[in-house]
């Protein structure tokens, strides 16, 4: 329907606020109850609405005493149709758990879960988060929950708290939508979006006594080790492996490795957020190459280290750097 | 606009759409010219074959093409593209072409509406039960495909079936509710030019001797008849349609034509009914038969709404009867006619100059009789001269047809007799005229059904005294055609199944049957303004304004509305645990504000409780295992121990 836009943009305000209102966060497994779903007809509904008229005034026009009893039908049919359009919504309970962390520009996924407790199948539930081109639908079977991952495009470092969701249904026959609007109370950690192209890794990093050191790469050969998952391929050791019947991976334990340092103050003269974007791009390039590496912001210190953990709190906090916009 | 509406269908949906399209259509492809309904049939048929694939290879303008052809096909048959005829079948036409460039969900919910209204046209063809039933077999099959496509096809079949069969009962009593109280109006919103259907039944344009004995081999029923008290004896029920004045030698026509300037000179002046002896009040629930005319008890002493009486005592409706009607009546079975014009039985004497010379000079015999003489002797002379009553009587031929009858062949049926005798009459100076309609009834229950066979034609003469009266003839031949019905005075092998006497159990069998297809003609074919107003009238609703009125719309639709809400509600409520489940609840209760996932099993979430609220390790620990053993080992003194560790337990953080 055509609304004319500087009108539409002189109410939205308000209808954001009241919508804000009437739907506050809720935590938890929350229930869809009856005073806030909302239903309407859609255009095919309306459709059916005129064939419901033309049967009437048809009716009317030759005096058929059965045609009227047929548009009182199609009348009949279409509210059996709404009550099941809207029963389809009427007491799903949804929860949102914690979404896997991801980079900034890609999309979170919020595991939601629906549960359905009635003994008949919600057909065509379908989730939309609050200005997401994507949706996400799927259908419940009776006494059963369902897992989705709901996709919602980031844009911006920080913490994700999940948009105001609608959930709606035109199920079974499409006449009606029927929808909600639910704000879970989901969050996803957002990490920069890492630098495309970032320089190399800081080699004129310092020691940690201080000293400047000096880069010599990851040539050194510190040892072998048995093959874990995960592990290079040219890691491989293969003349040793081939000696002693088990995959050995070489490694590499540079001096600068040891103690590559990634330094916030160091990238002076660049805005925050693109120096964050760096970080985290070295970040991840120092661990795809397995080299220790420690962390420095102004507020932080993370020693240097490997591993999952060892990321995923470098990253958060970067992801977590003051300044930055939610 | 959600993409949704693009998304491609597949092609066994689309073969499902084309049967539902393939069902709602058949009806109407019954009434269709036999070339346009194969034409049609063909183009449907090799549309729901052929796949979405191969469709989608076919030249953009081939839809506009087929469009174009079968508007040329249906304005052959119609010469026109509008009204009953040429509206439903350019609609189906177009629907069928429609089919051809469906592809998306939108094509298929436009045709699937469509089909919905195709459905429901049906019944402009019929309102019998069987048609209703068809109608509503092709809505399920449209809802049924409708909720198929908007699914993805992923329902089974059979709780497809289910739900679409369900939608249709809870659609009845919103149907009924409505159906009962929307307000009728008593006439058509706006004339429709109507192709008229050529229909058996007595003809208003003229009678042939031999016109009536045609339709003695239908037994179709004309109309069907509810005494309100008391029914007159078959003998009498003469129920009286057109009446024939103007004699040409060959056949009988009425004193006024079709056309409008005439027809509004039938309703002056027009003579008085004094009516006599006991009131019939009756109801004729009227088969359409395309004609204004209604057929009324003779004589009609009270004149339903919306109809007159004309000048020739003939009650004609204000419209044509193109519906079941039904008209209530009242009559007297003996009467006087006064005020009749002088010109009106001048005319009745009038005969073609230099025909039938020998009826001439035999009419002429009794001429110096009194009027009730004349008629009198006539019917002796009848009566003596060896006339017999036949369905078969040979074809009169030659230009003194009347002669040729009373004195060659002397084998005749009803409208022979008419004929003859109003010719006698006028001979020998009574003004007499030719009356047609029906004579007599079978009874089925509670009701009488009159068929076409029952199609009859009688003399009426006019006295000074008494005004018109009737005189049968063919009571003098055949006495038993008037009191016991046509099946007695005939070789039954003549006669069609329904009018014969032998008693045959599969003619009861077809009674009954009409007993319903008579309450079905009654209650709800019949459902019209009149009735609509009676039975309201009943619920002390007076008009539709008045507040009983919106109070029965309102109640009953609150009742039926409401009822279903709740039920709604009520079916929404999650199923009730069973006892060791509640006890369980009653313990996370308990634990607030930890939180129980949906996922989490019950050992998974005691250790996660027991992190929490150590101190309550000792109770988590005993009322898991409890609640395992009630629930799933079926232990019943698990459950009672359980109800008693959950009362125990102290709650995890005092509000």
Request: glycine residues 6%.
């Amino acid at each position: 329907m055509p609304i004319p836009a500087a009108l539409l943009s002189f109410w939205r305000p308000y209808w954001q606020r009241f919508l804000a209102r009437r739907h506050p966060v809720e935590s938890g497994k929350v229930r869809i109850r009856h005073q806030r779903l909302y239903i309407l007809p859609t255009l095919y509904g309306l459709g059916f609405g005129m064939i419901f008229i033309t049967m009437l005034v048809g009716a009317l026009n030759y005096q058929l005493s059965l045609g009227f009893f047929f548009a009182f039908l199609l009348l009949g049919i279409a509210h059996a149709i709404l009550l099941r359009t809207y029963a389809n919504l009427l007491g799903l309970q949804l929860s949102c758990g914690t979404p896997i962390p991801v980079f900034a520009g890609e999309n979170a996924y919020f595991p939601l879960t629906l549960l359905n407790e009635k003994r008949q199948p919600r057909f065509g539930v379908t989730i939309q988060a609050r200005q997401q081109a994507e949706s996400a639908s799927t259908h419940i079977p009776g006494q059963d929950h369902q897992l989705l991952a709901l996709p919602v495009q980031t844009r911006l470092r920080g913490v994700l708290a999940l948009p105001r969701l609608t959930i709606s249904s035109t199920m079974p026959l499409g006449f009606f939508r029927c929808w909600t609007y639910l704000v879970l109370d989901g969050v996803a950690l957002v990490y920069p979006q890492p630098e495309p192209d970032p320089p190399p890794l800081p080699d004129h990093g310092t020691l940690s006594d201080g000293k400047k050191m000096q880069a010599s790469g990851n040539e050194d050969f510190a040892g072998l080790r048995e093959f874990q998952r995960g592990d290079a391929l040219h890691d491989i050791a293969w003349k040793q492996s081939a000696r002693t019947e088990q995959i050995l991976i070489r490694q590499h334990q540079s001096p600068i490795g040891a103690t590559l340092w990634l330094n916030f103050d160091e990238l002076a003269g660049l805005p925050v957020e693109v120096r964050l974007s760096r970080l985290t791009a070295w970040i991840l390039q120092a661990e795809s190459t397995q080299r220790p590496y420690g962390l420095a912001l102004p507020a932080q210190q993370f020693p240097p280290a490997l591993g999952h953990d060892h990321l995923h709190r470098c990253l958060s906090a970067l992801a977590q750097y003051p300044g930055g916009v939610t | 606009m959600t993409p949704s509406r693009l998304r491609l269908v597949s092609a066994s949906d689309l073969q499902w759409l084309g049967g539902a399209l393939a069902l709602s259509c058949f009806p109407h492809l019954l009434e269709q010219p036999l070339w346009l309904a194969l034409s049609l049939a063909a183009i449907l048929l090799l549309l729901t074959r052929l796949s979405a694939d191969q469709r989608a290879r076919l030249p953009r303008y081939s839809h506009l093409m087929l469009g174009a052809v079968v508007a040329v096909l249906v304005f052959q048959a119609y010469h026109t593209l509008v009204g009953r005829e040429g509206g439903v079948a350019i609609l189906m036409a177009l629907s069928i072409v429609k089919l051809l460039e469906t592809r998306t969900l939108r094509d298929v919910r436009a045709l699937l509406l469509l089909i919905f209204l195709l459905s429901g046209m049906a019944l402009l063809h019929g309102q019998a039960p069987w048609q209703a039933a068809y109608a509503l077999l092709s809505t399920l099959a449209a809802l049924y495909v409708a909720q198929r496509i908007e699914l993805d096809s992923t329902l089974p079949m059979g709780i497809n079936l289910k739900i679409s069969s369900r939608m249709i009962l809870e659609g009845i009593p919103i149907a009924i509710l409505l159906f009962v109280l929307f307000p009728r109006l008593p006439a058509p919103l706006w004339a429709i030019p109507d192709h008229l259907s050529a229909k058996t039944g007595l003809s208003g344009d003229q009678m042939t001797p031999g016109s009536i004995g045609n339709m003695i081999q239908d037994e179709s029923v004309a109309f069907r008849v509810s005494f309100k008290d008391q029914a007159p004896s078959q003998a009498q029920m003469y129920w009286r349609g057109p009446v024939f004045e103007d004699f040409d030698g060959i056949s009988w026509q009425p004193a006024y034509g079709r056309n409008s300037d005439q027809n509004t000179l039938r309703f002056q002046a027009v003579p008085q009914i004094i009516g006599e002896g006991e009131i019939y009040s009756y109801s004729v629930t009227l088969e359409p038969h395309q004609q204004s005319w209604l057929l009324a008890l003779d004589m009609p002493t009270q004149i339903p709404a919306n109809a007159n009486l004309s000048n020739r005592l003939q009650i004609v409706s204000n419209q044509v009867v193109s519906e079941k009607k039904r008209i209530a009546l009242s009559a007297q079975l003996s009467w006087r006619t006064v005020n009749d014009s002088p010109h009106q039985i001048e005319r009745s004497l009038l005969l073609p100059a230099d025909l039938n010379p020998k009826s001439r000079a035999l009419a002429l015999g009794w001429a110096h009789l009194p009027p009730r003489q004349r008629v009198a002797a006539a019917l002796n002379w009848l009566r003596n001269n060896d006339f017999s009553y036949t369905l078969s009587p040979p074809i009169l031929s030659s230009r003194h047809r009347v002669d040729e009858f009373l004195f060659t062949h002397r084998q005749g049926f009803c409208e022979h007799y008419a004929s003859a005798f109003t010719f006698l009459m006028r001979a020998a100076g009574v003004p007499a005229r030719v009356v047609t309609g029906y004579q007599g009834a079978q009874q089925n229950a509670d009701y009488w059904i009159v068929r076409q066979a029952d199609a009859h034609a009688w003399t009426e003469v006019w006295y000074a005294d008494q005004g018109w009266q009737r005189v049968d003839p063919t009571f003098v031949i055949a006495p038993s055609r008037i009191t016991a019905g046509i099946g007695l005075s005939i070789d039954s092998s003549e006669l069609p199944f329904m009018m014969r006497q032998d008693n045959a159990w599969l003619r009861t069998l077809r009674l009954k049957a009409d007993v319903l297809v008579h309450g079905w003609n009654q209650w709800v074919v019949g459902y019209d303004q009149k009735r609509q107003n009676e039975l309201l009238k009943k619920l002390g609703i007076d008009d539709f304004l008045s507040s009983a009125f919106l109070l029965w719309l309102m109640g009953g639709l609150l009742t039926i509305l409401g009822g279903f809400a709740a039920w709604l509600l009520y079916k929404n409520q999650p199923p009730r645990p069973d006892a060791a489940s509640r006890l369980f609840r009653r313990f996370l209760r308990k634990l607030a504000p930890l939180d129980k996932a949906a996922s989490e099993t019950a050992q998974a979430f005691a250790a996660r409780a027991q992190a929490q609220y150590p101190h309550l390790t000792q109770h988590i620990k005993a009322i898991t295992h409890l609640y395992l053993n009630a629930r799933y080992g079926n232990d019943p003194a698990a459950l009672q121990a359980l109800e008693q560790a959950v009362r125990q337990m102290p709650r995890a953080r005092q509000p």
